[in-house]
């Protein structure tokens, strides 16, 4: 399977796994970092959270068109990373003031505008070659898992720093303290029986005998533990770059004169004024509507589409109109899928179980959940048909090694109560790309050979309905919890929020709900990421590739922006409504894809 695919392939996919180990180490634990570190809300700390996610995705039009313009997309490249190190050295130096916190992200989100969209479009230049085109779809979807398996141990090592250093300050992790702290030391607590028996919990040797000063300390190592854990974020850069600097000769290089430069972009000269206004215009009336920040994310990318337009001759508007109607479904889907980080990274730590059982306990360790994958690889390897006798014996070691591990670890755990971190549910979409991705390729594959294959914008849309059914997952388990709303104490007077009381443990669930809802999103992930890169790849016009991935991005960005959708909500609504709503923008967005998927279909075909 990957015998048909060039060098360069390779050499993209471990670039991008060390960037992407970097990038959620920090993306596991920004918003909970915030709020710990500064006392934001939920409702802040998302729309700090979604401005940085759309700043990441919008700033990749930039690397676009820069890298276009130059035609020197692998030096771009390799800026990006530089610039992105920086941020993450930042990141690292603790007791930063908030201003500077946020300087920091802003220069990570610049330099991954220089990184991702150009590294994608650098795939892309690859199978332009006639000679790969047919497994260009197989490409990207090797690429992304490339994305996910550094995502996959980055929320264990973040956890692990987090916790390793709060030991060393002879505190327990637990992931309600930060916020009850910041209301003891606020004065909002008026009943502190519940907070001084869970400090003294969280006291290793010891008790709490000064709440004060515990409420102090225990919020300065908590947040200086992430701020290793930034550090860590900063190594992975080194490691990404010092691949990209010793193989690139292996990625294709494609420059251009400066003549050829000019010609590139256009000579059109109305077509900036004319999509300033038009962006302008779109920005106030979505401001009356809701506010300014999201009036400016959703005007630039209207200026961004009437920008593309006019510059485009006859010949390339079919296929930039085709590529823009599948930007504005994907807008939608990012919104949904990245609560990930943000609504369901609150379930997890308010809704779901603080201590597990041992079997399920497997999958919340970084070397249990090894364990695991590593019995079920010798399984596989060991009973698949027509393996050789050497990957027998390789799955047989496997599956001893694997087994024997599982038991021991199984037996060690505690048989009553095994505390498991919130941030870690963020490495099963991770785990589930990397251990599915091969599966669709060859379910993909199967149907390919019978002349049954979707079309890629036909992926797409099977994407989106997936993503719908799980949310659905969500919205059921969440039908008998308390809501964030009903724990609010209210000021009579003012109208103001006093203080939320801690979910009761009645309202904890079980992990299964939120691993099951990530497998079902991971799936839909599968079907439309990677084939929306391929689709853009293979579609856009080939001045606009840097371009047009950067749309691509920048896209995404705005879904990013609408994040705070979910967090302005999750103290208004009922959980089940909060997830209802991403149930319709899922199905809605599918209903249109599939409205137009004749006009996509002859583009591609």
């Not at 990038?23 to 596991?28: D, I, K, Q, S």
């Not at 001084?196 to 515990?214: E, M, N, R, Y």
């Not at 990625?251 to 300033?276: D, H, R």
Request: a neutral charge; aromatic letters at 14%; charged letters at 15%.
């Amino acid at each position: 399977m990957l015998k048909d695919h060039p060098k360069g392939l390779f050499v993209a996919f471990f670039t991008n796994m060390g960037e992407r180990f970097g990038f959620y180490t920090m993306m596991a634990i920004l918003v909970l970092f915030l709020q710990a570190k500064y006392g934001l809300s939920e409702d802040i700390a998302g729309d700090v959270y979604s401005w940085f996610y759309f700043a990441i995705y919008a700033l990749a039009l930039v690397g676009g068109i820069l890298a276009d313009a130059t035609r020197k997309y692998k030096t771009v490249i390799m800026f990006g990373q530089i610039i992105m190190f920086g941020g993450y050295i930042i990141m690292a130096v603790p007791d930063l003031p908030q201003l500077l916190t946020f300087s920091a992200l802003g220069i990570i989100a610049f330099g991954n505008g220089l990184f991702k969209g150009n590294l994608q479009a650098v795939v892309g230049q690859m199978y332009d070659n006639p000679k790969y085109d047919k497994v260009r779809d197989t490409a990207y979807m090797i690429f992304y898992m490339g994305i996910n398996v550094g995502a996959f141990f980055a929320p264990f090592v973040a956890t692990g720093m987090r916790n390793w250093f709060l030991k060393t300050q002879n505190f327990e992790h637990d992931a309600s303290l930060p916020a009850l702290c910041h209301q003891y030391k606020n004065g909002a607590i008026e009943n502190v029986t519940e907070f001084q028996s869970l400090a003294d919990k969280a006291t290793i040797s010891g008790s709490a005998t000064d709440l004060s000063a515990f409420a102090d300390n225990y919020l300065d190592a908590f947040s200086h533990g992430y701020n290793y854990a930034f550090a860590v974020a900063a190594g992975a850069m080194i490691i990404s770059l010092l691949v990209y600097l010793i193989f690139k000769k292996h990625l294709p290089t494609k420059e251009a004169s400066a003549t050829e430069s000019k010609i590139s972009l256009g000579a059109k000269p109305l077509a900036i004024p004319i999509a300033v206004v038009v962006g302008i215009m779109v920005a106030f009336g979505v401001s009356l509507l809701k506010d300014i920040e999201t009036g400016a994310a959703i005007g630039l990318f209207a200026a961004f589409v009437t920008w593309i337009i006019n510059i485009s001759t006859k010949e390339e508007k079919p296929r930039v109109s085709a590529l823009l109607l599948v930007f504005f479904v994907v807008i939608f889907f990012w919104m949904a899928f990245h609560q990930n980080g943000l609504t369901l990274t609150f379930f997890a730590r308010d809704y779901t179980a603080k201590a597990v059982d041992p079997a399920t306990y497997m999958f919340f360790e970084l070397e249990n959940i090894l364990s695991v994958i590593a019995f079920i690889a010798g399984l596989v390897l060991v009973l698949g048909k027509g393996k050789k006798l050497n990957i027998r014996l390789i799955g047989a070691a496997l599956l001893v090694a694997g087994g024997s591990s599982v038991y021991y670890l199984f037996t060690k755990a505690d048989p009553n109560s095994n505390p498991i971190a919130p941030e870690v549910f963020q490495s099963f979409n991770p785990l589930f790309i990397v251990t599915l991705t091969f599966l669709v390729m060859g379910v993909f594959s199967w149907l390919n050979k019978k002349g049954k294959e979707p079309s890629t914008p036909r992926k797409i849309g099977y994407g989106m309905i997936i993503a719908a059914m799980g949310f659905v997952v969500m919205l059921v388990g969440s039908l008998n919890l308390v809501s964030p709303h009903e724990l609010q104490i209210i000021d009579e007077v003012t109208g103001e929020i006093i203080r939320t009381d801690p979910v009761p443990d009645s309202s904890r669930v079980m992990p299964y709900w939120l691993m099951s809802t990530y497998l079902i999103l991971t799936i839909a992930e599968l079907f439309l990421s990677p084939m929306g890169l391929s689709f853009v790849s293979k579609v856009a016009p080939g001045r606009f590739q840097g371009l047009m991935q950067g749309g691509w991005l920048l896209a995404t960005a705005v879904g990013n922006k609408l994040l705070f959708i979910g967090s302005s909500f999750w103290g208004i609504l009922d959980l089940w409504q909060l997830w209802l709503i991403f149930v319709a923008c899922c199905l809605v967005s599918a209903v249109f894809i599939f409205s137009i998927m004749k006009r996509l279909e002859k583009i591609t075909s």
